[in-house]
């Protein structure tokens, strides 16, 4: 599942902590739902409006829900709100899923004044491993020029648009050709997958740009 992808590429497989500000990952994995919904058909998006093309739930129960949400709040179509909205809780919900999936495990720990945090994380060598790969394989898929996938695509597309490149592309000399490949990759998306990848690095500049202030 693309949201499945996204979060391994962005959680450390060695802490399960993530590699970006909170805010921007959960932005990228409500990105990243989305698009599984708009990948099976589900919904479109329009002018940073979203659509609702297909009410039949899909086989996953996360987006089975996410599609429910949509559906229920009609009144709300701006894809930036949904962002912002799907973005709070999207690593615990996807957490979860990969939890279920047997590829992470749920890790609790305690913090500064008795404060608790649960964290996602691959514990088996082959959890790890499995973790490790989803970086890997999408670079290999850039360098080598292969035809990817249109989920691929997004991926690649949400990776650069939440400033996670670095992590996938890591050796500039090895992955010349790969940072080459990245932006006709993204530029061949579907229109509508084009525009969550456009309004998702839009959304990530402006909590970036907040947290500067």
């Given at each position: ?34 698009g ?44 930036r ?19 279920r ?36 394989r ?7 020029g ?68």
């Amino acid at each position: 599942m693309l949201a499945d992808q996204y979060f391994l590429i962005a959680h450390e497989d060695r802490t399960g902590r993530s590699r970006l500000h909170p805010r921007a990952t959960g932005l990228g994995l409500a990105a990243a739902l989305l698009g599984e919904l708009i990948l099976e058909g589900r919904i479109g998006i329009s002018d940073g409006d979203l659509i609702i093309l297909d009410r039949h739930p899909p086989s996953d129960s996360l987006a089975h829900d996410i599609l429910d949400l949509l559906v229920a709040q009609p009144q709300h179509r701006d894809v930036r709100i949904w962002l912002a909205f799907l973005s709070q809780d999207a690593a615990i919900r996807v957490g979860e899923r990969l939890s279920r999936l047997g590829a992470v495990e749920p890790v609790t720990r305690r913090r500064m004044f008795s404060a608790t945090e649960t964290l996602y994380m691959p514990n088996s060598a082959a959890q790890r491993n499995a973790a490790a790969w989803a970086p890997a394989r999408l670079a290999n898929l850039l360098v080598r020029g292969i035809g990817m996938s249109i989920s691929d695509r997004v991926l690649i597309g949400l990776v650069a648009a939440t400033g996670l490149t670095r992590h996938v592309l890591y050796d500039f000399e090895a992955h010349r050709h790969a940072f080459q490949t990245l932006p006709s990759a993204v530029g061949s998306l579907p229109a509508d997958l084009r525009e969550l990848v456009e309004y998702t690095e839009a959304s990530v500049g402006s909590v970036v740009t907040v947290g500067r202030r």
